[in-house]
């Protein structure tokens, strides 16, 4: 069965950092895209960052040069790093695993980990 894990969040005052984390599961991991998303009540879910399996990154405008995503393939973990955290990224994220182009394979989605920005 395909986990995906999420784990880090958490309430954290304006201006400071969290760091979140997120496990998939061995057989996906080396070849999927890995990606984090947020969401927050009554509005769609919207990226936030993906990183593809050789490391090529991209991000949304509302975080670039304050978020910083990363993968360890050697224990199958994308981490988000979050710094200079606003009131407006306060939000559940959604750690999510889409397969390359050329696989026929399932998109799967975490459970989601709550981020509270606030003093």
């Known amino acids: 069965q395909i986990q995906v894990v999420e784990s880090g969040g958490g309430l954290v005052q304006p201006g400071g950092s969290l760091t979140l984390s997120c496990t998939a599961s061995r057989s996906i991991f080396g070849i999927y895209t890995m990606a984090w998303y947020r969401q927050t009540p009554g509005k769609q879910r919207e990226l936030v960052a993906n990183i593809t399996s050789d490391r090529a990154t991209n991000y949304a405008d509302f975080v670039k040069g304050r978020f910083t995503i990363s993968r360890t393939n050697a224990n199958y973990t994308v981490s988000l790093q979050m710094n200079s955290l606003e009131p407006g990224d306060t939000a559940v994220y959604y750690c999510?695993?889409?397969?390359?182009?050329?696989?026929?394979?399932?998109?799967?989605w975490g459970q989601g980990t709550q981020v509270t920005v606030a003093s």
């Open positions: 999510n695993a889409s397969p390359p182009g050329w696989y026929r394979g399932y998109t799967y």
